[in-house]
């Protein structure tokens, strides 16, 4: 097995939350001098500048996981992830198709900006990404699986856009499921809050919405830097295995 420092979560300049020096140059570069091997850039429902991060890290040692975190009709968050940027944009395309048709306000929610291969600003995204779209946590769990992807909720532990916040229990019929916590909390203490969780597996990671939020927050032990590998990693699952640091 080959060993992956890694973070999952961090939101670019699209993320109308992110801080505007989050761009995929600077986040690249971040990740380097971190000595991460992969990261997941996962921006509020909306996945268009992954093309541009995955061409500016190529001949770097960093592999970039086409990502989204997006947010289901029940409120809740989602880090989904996959192996293509083909596969990625396949599902901005139903995550679009199911946003309501708001016009982003920049001087509430902040701006949604696009960046060339310069780390330029060349654009932005009018409609609003910080919302909830009609797909319900099943349909998205479902949607990204038969894409060939992982969907994970998110930040479980924290109080708000979290499963456990906003619905106060698991859904038995959902798929078999690993929980990301957030980078400041145990998960031992999230099993004896909520011990119906206790089989589960977990991931945790920055959600790193500035350049130094973004840290080593996994070690896995797999055979490459593919979505089926990190969930037989997290699951451990024929001698992989998944380390919180």
């Known amino acids: 097995m080959k060993s992956f420092l890694a973070d999952f979560h961090i939101h670019s300049v699209l993320s109308p939350c992110g801080d505007l020096l989050m761009t995929p140059q600077n986040i690249i570069n971040r990740s380097l001098e971190l000595g991460l091997d992969l990261i997941a850039i996962t921006d509020h429902n909306s996945a268009e500048n992954i093309g541009v991060a995955l061409e500016l890290a190529k001949d770097t040692p960093l592999t970039i996981i086409p990502g989204m975190e997006v947010e289901t009709a029940e409120e809740i968050h989602l880090i989904c992830l996959f192996d293509t940027l083909e596969q990625v944009l396949l599902w901005k395309d139903k995550v679009y198709a199911s946003l309501p048709d708001f016009k982003n306000n920049e001087e509430i929610f902040g701006p949604q900006l696009l960046t060339d291969q310069s780390d330029e600003y ?7 990404l910080l919302t909830a779209t009609s797909l319900s946590i099943s ?5 990204v699986r038969s894409i060939g992807g992982l969907a994970i909720p998110s930040h479980v532990d924290k ?7 906003n ?3 698991i ?3 959902l798929d078999g499921f690993i929980f990301e916590v ?3 909390s145990k ?5 004896d809050k909520f011990s119906t969780i206790d089989t589960y597996s977990f991931i945790s990671n920055s959600d790193a919405h500035y350049l130094q939020d973004i840290k080593r927050s996994m070690r896995l032990y797999m055979k490459a830097p593919k979505v089926k590998e990190i969930e037989w990693a997290l699951k451990g699952v024929n001698g992989r295995k998944a380390d919180i640091l």
């Open 159 to 165: 109080p708000n856009y979290s499963i456990i916040s």
């Open 122 to 128: 060349i654009g932005r995204v009018e409609r609003l």
């Open 182 to 184: 957030s980078s400041k």
């Open 187 to 191: 998960v031992s203490k999230i099993i």
């Open 171 to 173: 859904p038995p019929d």
């Open 167 to 169: 619905l106060g229990f």
């Open 139 to 143: 349909q998205v769990i479902k949607e």
